[in-house]
RNA sequence: UGGGGCGUCGUUAAGUGGUAUGACACAGGUCUUUGGAACCUGGUUCGGAGGUUCGAAUCCUCCCGCCCCAGCCA
């Protein structure tokens, strides 16, 4: 995933990665990503999965395994399992032959439970879950000891292996290891190192009737991978006390467990729990609506693998939490959408525009640039005709002086086409809406170049009334109205801000013919309005769906904001 | 009143005793057959108070604020 350009941002991992290498601590680094097979995953998960894998990219030799964190049968699936190789792939990483389970190594585990039993450092306690978590203490007071704390080695080997053989009903005993009951990290407090559970393993099926917990399963993967660090979030910084002693107790390979802030991003949520409820409460339409923050969603929407890897890089590695503001990610994707994106013109809500000076029945095909960033995307064809449509917004009866697009006397450029005039408004008698705009061309300006040198203030989109094709166009914004809405005031609930336009369907806009033969997945920019993606999901030919990814840069959008009463 | 973390422009991130820096956002401008793109210009912001020092965002002390932990989830 090596690309050539600046040198990566430096961060304190990399500092530590950096230091292990000058001292020969390590010749070389193996990290991992251990997602859990229990959702999809979304763009928080892509930092994580740009960090390990970017870093074993960096360092020489270095590898990052793909590891699914299957400890829990009751959570995972196998469905979560290839969604999730999916999206990687989709994101442009590769473990080659790499792909662990942590359930691979359910055996190995279970040997070292019994050697920590072994050497007194394990117990088979015999409390409920209730008198466990009861005699666990508080954060302020200590633990009390489990009556089964002092059981010899040869009773906690005994009972280990009927509890494995399935002599014990579901949550009757657990394998603690025996660390201090009045520690002050709740983590150290004789931790469960074995629950018995009954239940059917996406990959062990019934092999299994105890099941390992995290803290006991992952830095013995960790170790077992030969992981060299061991990337996490924040809130297991109080579980390295428990990692770290672990791997002490079995003397094996000590990978070391670095924690960073995970990502977050303005106007949405990334949750496990919160993005589950507005599938099941049908906010959204599903885990891959255009909205959602899922990879599968992002990459409906039209964002690029391209563009999310700039964001991990841009948005760096600290251990402060903090909010990545989503107008940076919208940079970014423009800035790769403009380079790559075809043009083409669409009308979103047409107007109808008569030229009273073009012969009736008359076609043209006009030359257009198919993306002005890029000459080697070549030129296309764009039939034109006397009677056109342009967009609603781009003509105003009455002006404000900052408005230079079309007004009653004003000449304005239709995009490769003519200079027009605007001569009549034909309006609608009931509303006064204007229906039609009537125009003048001048024939000199074909191609969109005065000869004379005179200048127009404004270039419009447009599409001839009679070749344009209908499409759907769905139009999506932030997901949220405020930029946190996890931060909810007392008595709300984040989906009190849901924002009631994150959405909104035009049935039947006119697009150019070039685009109707459109594959799903394809980027265009509809020039003037923004980027767009064919929809992979609903899109058929003859009846193209577009979503809106992100819109352009629009200055005069801007001014109506500051200035409300010019509209 | 336990333990573990974190505080640098609006947002993010650099800075590791010697002129506070970049990106995004914002504001102004140039250019333009996309009010796009590109390019130029702008703002003084180190949580607070003391202290050490010729000199502190960096070192010391105290204080304040925010986050995480009491799953047989990860």
Same mark, same amino acid.
């Given at each position: 995933?090596?690309?050539?350009?600046?040198?990566?941002?430096?961060?304190?991992?990399?500092?530590?990665?950096?230091?292990?290498?000058?001292?020969?601590?390590?010749?070389?680094?193996?990290?991992?990503?251990?997602?859990?097979?229990?959702?999809?995953?979304?763009?928080?998960?892509?930092?994580?999965?740009?960090?390990?894998?970017?870093?074993?990219?960096?360092?020489?030799?270095?590898?990052?395994?793909?590891?699914?964190?299957?400890?829990?049968?009751?959570?995972?699936?196998?469905?979560?399992?290839?969604?999730?190789?999916?999206?990687?792939?989709?994101?442009?990483?590769?473990?080659?032959?790499?792909?662990?389970?942590?359930?691979?190594?359910?055996?190995?585990?279970?040997?070292?439970?019994?050697?920590?039993?072994?050497?007194?450092?394990?117990?088979?306690?015999?409390?409920?879950?209730?008198?466990?978590?009861?005699?666990?203490?508080?954060?302020?007071?200590?633990?009390?000891?489990?009556?089964?704390?002092?059981?010899?080695?040869?009773?906690?080997?005994?009972?280990?292996?009927?509890?494995?053989?399935?002599?014990?009903?579901?949550?009757?005993?657990?394998?603690?290891?025996?660390?201090?009951?009045?520690?002050?990290?709740?983590?150290?407090?004789?931790?469960?190192?074995?629950?018995?559970?009954?239940?059917?393993?996406?990959?062990?099926?019934?092999?299994?009737?105890?099941?390992?917990?995290?803290?006991?399963?992952?830095?013995?993967?960790?170790?077992?991978?030969?992981?060299?660090?061991?990337?996490?979030?924040?809130?297991?910084?109080?579980?390295?006390?428990?990692? /770290?002693? %672990? !791997?002490?107790?079995?003397?094996?390979?000590?990978? =070391?467990?670095?924690?960073?802030?995970?990502? &977050? #991003?303005? +106007?949405?949520?990334?949750?496990?729990?919160?993005?589950?409820?507005?599938?099941?409460?049908?906010?959204?339409?599903?885990?891959?609506?255009?909205?959602?923050?899922?990879?599968?969603?992002?990459?409906?929407?039209?964002?690029?693998?391209?563009?999310?890897?700039?964001?991990?890089?841009?948005?760096?590695?600290?251990?402060?939490?903090?909010?990545?503001?989503?107008?940076?990610?919208?940079?970014?994707?423009?800035?790769?959408?403009?380079?790559?994106?075809?043009?083409?013109?669409?009308?979103?809500?047409?107007?109808?525009?008569?030229?009273?000076?073009?012969?009736?029945?008359?076609?043209?095909?006009?030359?257009?640039?198919?993306?002005?960033?890029?000459?080697?995307?070549?030129?296309?064809?764009?039939?034109?005709?006397?009677?056109?449509?342009?967009?609603? /917004?781009? %003509? !105003?009866?009455?002006?404000?002086?900052?408005?230079? =697009?079309?007004?009653?006397?004003?000449?304005? &450029? #239709?995009? +490769?086409?003519?200079?027009?005039?605007?001569?009549?408004?034909?309006?609608?008698?009931?509303?006064?809406?204007?229906?039609?705009?009537?125009?003048?061309?001048?024939?000199?300006?074909?191609?969109?170049?005065?000869?004379?040198?005179?200048?127009?203030?404004?270039?419009?989109?447009?599409?001839?009334?009679?070749?344009?094709?209908?499409?759907?166009?769905?139009?999506?914004?932030?997901?949220?109205?405020?930029?946190?809405?996890?931060?909810?005031?007392?008595?709300?609930?984040?989906?009190?801000?849901?924002?009631?336009?994150?959405?909104?369907?035009?049935?039947?806009?006119?697009?150019?013919?070039?685009?109707?033969?459109?594959?799903?997945?394809?980027?265009?920019?509809?020039?003037?309005?923004?980027?767009?993606?064919?929809?992979?999901?609903?899109?058929?030919?003859?009846?193209?769906?577009?979503?809106?990814?992100?819109?352009?840069?629009?200055?005069?959008?801007?001014?109506?904001? &500051?200035?409300?009463?010019?509209?």
């Amino acid at each position: 995933m090596t690309t050539s350009g600046p040198a990566p941002a430096t961060h304190f991992i990399r500092e530590i990665i950096d230091e292990d290498l000058r001292t020969g601590k390590h010749a070389r680094i193996q990290t991992r990503f251990p997602p859990e097979p229990n959702g999809y995953l979304h763009i928080g998960h892509a930092k994580a999965i740009c960090l390990n894998f970017g870093l074993a990219a960096d360092y020489p030799n270095s590898l990052c395994n793909l590891r699914f964190d299957d400890t829990n049968p009751t959570k995972e699936e196998e469905e979560f399992v290839q969604s999730i190789i999916e999206d990687i792939r989709w994101l442009g990483f590769d473990w080659e032959d790499r792909l662990y389970y942590a359930s691979d190594y359910f055996e190995k585990l279970y040997e070292w439970a019994e050697d920590l039993v072994g050497k007194g450092k394990a117990y088979v306690c015999d409390l409920s879950a209730d008198e466990i978590r009861e005699s666990r203490g508080t954060l302020t007071e200590p633990g009390r000891e489990s009556p089964h704390r002092n059981r010899s080695p040869a009773e906690n080997l005994d009972l280990l292996r009927r509890m494995r053989a399935g002599e014990f009903p579901d949550g009757s005993r657990t394998l603690r290891a025996k660390i201090d009951m009045a520690h002050g990290n709740m983590n150290m407090r004789d931790p469960i190192m074995y629950r018995i559970l009954r239940a059917r393993h996406h990959r062990t099926g019934d092999a299994w009737c105890i099941y390992p917990t995290y803290d006991w399963a992952h830095g013995q993967s960790d170790s077992i991978e030969g992981i060299t660090h061991s990337l996490c979030s924040l809130e297991f910084e109080d579980h390295r006390p428990l990692y /770290d002693w %672990f !791997l002490d107790a079995l003397g094996v390979s000590h990978p =070391r467990q670095i924690e960073f802030a995970k990502l &977050r #991003l303005s +106007y949405t949520v990334l949750s496990k729990r919160r993005l589950r409820r507005l599938v099941e409460e049908g906010v959204v339409s599903g885990w891959d609506d255009p909205r959602m923050p899922t990879l599968r969603g992002l990459r409906r929407r039209g964002f690029t693998p391209e563009s999310i890897r700039a964001l991990c890089d841009r948005v760096g590695v600290a251990k402060k939490e903090s909010v990545i503001d989503l107008a940076l990610f919208e940079h970014l994707l423009r800035e790769d959408l403009n380079k790559r994106a075809r043009r083409a013109m669409a009308v979103l809500r047409p107007l109808k525009l008569v030229l009273v000076d073009y012969p009736e029945g008359k076609t043209e095909e006009l030359s257009a640039v198919n993306n002005p960033e890029d000459p080697s995307m070549g030129t296309r064809t764009v039939p034109f005709s006397r009677e056109l449509f342009i967009e609603k /917004d781009d %003509f !105003l009866e009455h002006p404000p002086k900052e408005f230079y =697009r079309l007004a009653p006397g004003r000449e304005v &450029r #239709l995009r +490769y086409a003519y200079f027009v005039k605007c001569v009549e408004v034909v309006k609608d008698p009931a509303t006064g809406e204007p229906i039609e705009i009537r125009c003048t061309h001048d024939p000199a300006t074909r191609g969109g170049d005065a000869p004379d040198k005179r200048k127009v203030k404004a270039t419009l989109h447009w599409v001839s009334a009679g070749h344009a094709v209908a499409a759907e166009v769905r139009l999506y914004d932030h997901l949220f109205s405020v930029p946190d809405p996890t931060d909810a005031r007392e008595g709300k609930d984040f989906k009190d801000y849901l924002n009631p336009n994150s959405l909104a369907v035009i049935p039947s806009c006119r697009i150019e013919p070039s685009l109707a033969a459109a594959a799903p997945g394809v980027h265009v920019q509809f020039e003037r309005v923004g980027y767009f993606v064919v929809d992979t999901v609903d899109s058929k030919p003859g009846k193209p769906v577009f979503n809106r990814t992100v819109t352009l840069r629009d200055e005069w959008a801007r001014i109506q904001k &500051r200035h409300p009463s010019s509209r």
